[in-house]
């Protein structure tokens, strides 16, 4: 069994920062790319940030220079450090594994987390 755990949401006032955790846990071999994605009341699930096991990353253009995605590897642990936060970041937050191997042998497959509420206001 894998579960993906996120941790860190709040709320914050505009300006503010927040630092999200997601621990993966269970018997895991290799994750190809961990993500955070997010979902506005009455929007569509959007891609955040990724990154790759090689540490590779990329970001949403509204997010670019705001967030930064990091990874450990041998924790199965990834962050998302959010500074400058404002009101149209409020979003549940969910995070992602992709091409996770639980074996070598396993096929890969797709897990996520149960989402971490962020709110941005005053």
């Known amino acids: 069994q894998v579960q993906l755990v996120e941790s860190g949401g709040g709320l914050v006032q505009p300006g503010g920062s927040l630092r999200l955790s997601c621990v993966a846990s269970g018997t895991i071999f290799s994750i190809n790319a961990m993500g955070w994605y997010r979902q506005a009341p009455e929007k569509q699930r959007e891609l955040v940030a990724v990154?790759?096991?090689?540490?590779?990353?990329n970001y949403i253009d509204s997010v670019k220079g705001r967030f930064t995605i990091s990874r450990d590897n041998a924790k199965n642990t990834v962050y998302l450090q959010m500074n400058s936060l404002k009101p149209e970041d409020t979003a549940v937050y969910y995070c992602?594994?992709?091409?996770?191997?639980?074996?070598?042998?396993?096929?890969?497959?797709?897990?996520w987390g149960q989402g971490t509420q962020v709110t941005v206001s005053s």
């Open positions: 992602n594994a992709e091409g996770l191997k639980r074996r070598l042998l396993d096929p890969r497959g797709d897990y």
């Open positions: 990154i790759t096991s090689g540490g590779s990353t």
